[in-house]
């Protein structure tokens, strides 16, 4: 199929979805509080870059009055780290987050392994009031900070969705309200998309019952008591990320696009196909164990480039598995793993590292426009 097939079939698939879908009840508000914030910083800053970042996982529902949902994994870690690191450097941010997920600033105490209260004392004085703990001030003085100076100068502006439907009609929207400023707008979609769905028309109204309780009306499912059934036919969700490059987005705009394999073997080739098939300006790829450690960057002046944290600086990860570091790798047969030495400091937070290497990306495809 052609480049032009493609693309024309992509917009047919949208269209349809959005027809057959209903748009999310905050659209609107969002929509203005969006126009709003774009708008502000054109006229405030007209150089400033505004960067979209999407996070957190999409539910699928199984009703429409919606008690049972399909989910994954992400906390929306990726996103509201990054979110932080593109405002140090100089970048207006829409957070485009999953409901409850984590957020920019506060995600330091929100998840935390400790308790909020543990981070709290009582102040030792007559009036009996509450401070930080002394080992925490420095910290958390240090994220207060910047979490001020974001909110004062109107850096930040964050959107919740929860469903694949209303992360699509948001990621719609946003994208064409960028128009205006061309090419100094950025999408980083971290988010991690759900890539099937229940349509509509053939999802139940109400809780679908856990029982088969034929006198009361209710049926559903296979079998009955333990050994019922749920089978559930799914479709797919259209690929978006093609009419996003093509139609949503503004023209000269960056575009980057995250892929998450499990299997190292794959993941490079998998990150250059969608590329390739989406035409867009970077693929991050990343390994489910080595995600906190390592990415690679697919560009489309080819090649695989790669970023690490040394080893040194690698925060322990309940989910990473530190052997595999380099396996994915395809310019080596055998990956030399960092042997540093040196005594192990604060961990390094690797979208510290990506996020300026985009930053520079960017500068250089605006100056090529302008």
């Known amino acids: 199929m052609s480049p032009h097939k493609t693309t024309e079939s992509s917009k047919d698939a949208a269209a349809e979805y959005f027809e057959k879908n209903p748009s999310p009840k905050a659209l609107n508000s969002h929509q203005a509080l969006a126009r709003e914030f774009i708008q502000y910083h054109a006229e405030t800053s007209p150089d ?68 909020f209260l543990d981070f709290m004392d009582e102040h030792q004085d007559d009036e009996g009031g509450v401070v930080v703990r002394k080992e925490y001030q420095e910290k958390m003085r240090r994220v207060l900070e910047e979490y001020h100076y974001a909110k004062q100068n109107r850096l930040l502006l964050l959107l919740p969705f929860v469903t694949v439907t209303d992360y699509l009609f948001e990621l719609r929207a ?3 309200l960028m128009h205006p400023i061309g090419s100094r707008a950025m999408f980083y979609l971290a988010a991690a998309v759900s890539d099937f769905f229940i349509p509509r028309e053939r999802m139940d109204e109400h809780k679908i019952q856990s029982r088969d309780n034929g006198a009361d009306g209710e049926t559903g499912g296979q079998g009955s008591g333990a050994s019922r059934q749920l089978v559930i036919n799914l479709d797919p969700v259209p690929k978006f990320l093609n009419t996003l ?16 394999e499990t299997n190292p073997d794959l993941l490079v080739a998998k990150a250059e196909q969608a590329l390739e098939r989406y035409h867009h300006d970077v693929v991050i790829g990343n390994l489910l164990t080595t995600r906190k450690w390592e990415v690679v960057f697919i560009t489309r002046d080819g090649g695989e480039h790669w ?38 400091t604060e961990g390094l937070e690797i979208e510290s590292l990506i996020i300026p290497e985009l930053a520079d990306m960017h500068t250089k495809m605006v100056e090529k426009q302008t």
């Open 245 to 260: 490059v093509q139609s949503w987005a503004p023209k000269g705009s960056m575009i980057v696009s995250f892929k998450l």
């Open 48 to 115: 400033r870059r505004i960067v979209l970042v999407t996070s957190g996982g999409t539910t699928v529902p199984l009703e429409n009055q919606t008690v049972r949902f399909i989910d994954n994994f992400s906390a929306g870690t990726r996103g509201a780290t990054s979110a932080e690191y593109f405002l140090k450097q100089g970048y207006a941010v829409i957070f485009l987050h999953r409901q409850f997920s984590l957020l920019p600033y506060s995600r330091h105490y929100s998840h935390s392994t400790n308790c």
């Open 307 to 344: 970023v690490r944290v040394p080893k040194t600086r690698r925060s322990k990860s309940f989910s990473g598995i530190e052997k595999m570091i380099g396996l994915a790798e395809r310019k080596h047969e055998q990956h030399p793993i960092d042997l540093e030495g040196g005594t192990v």
């Open 174 to 176: 946003l994208a064409t």
